[in-house]
């Protein structure tokens, strides 16, 4: 239940506009030597009026794609973590 309440936030969150100083985002490619492959991963940072520091870190949400689904699939989940202080 929760999942499914997520997902539905997450696609009225999708249609919303979504400006460059809601959230950043970069595109990471890690290497995996034990299974010589290349892992993409998308980090997603909170706005600016959450800052992430040592003193103040923040939560911090994985989101593993799988059945086939790629993990560029997941940006609306991901971007509504970020707006609510999720790294």
């Given at each position: 239940n929760t999942l499914i309440a997520m997902i539905l936030v997450g696609l009225f969150h999708a249609s919303l506009p979504v400006s460059e100083t809601d959230i950043?985002?970069?595109?990471?490619r890690l290497?995996?030597?034990?299974?010589?492959?290349?892992?993409?991963i998308q980090l997603y940072f909170p706005g600016p009026d959450k800052k992430c520091t040592g003193s103040m870190p923040c939560p911090v949400a994985f989101i593993s794609p799988g059945y086939g689904?790629?993990?560029?699939?997941?940006?609306?989940i991901a971007s509504w973590l970020a707006r609510q202080g999720y790294l």
């Open positions: 950043h985002q970069e595109s990471l290497h995996d030597p034990d299974r010589d492959r290349v892992v993409p689904i790629p993990h560029t699939s997941y940006t609306f």
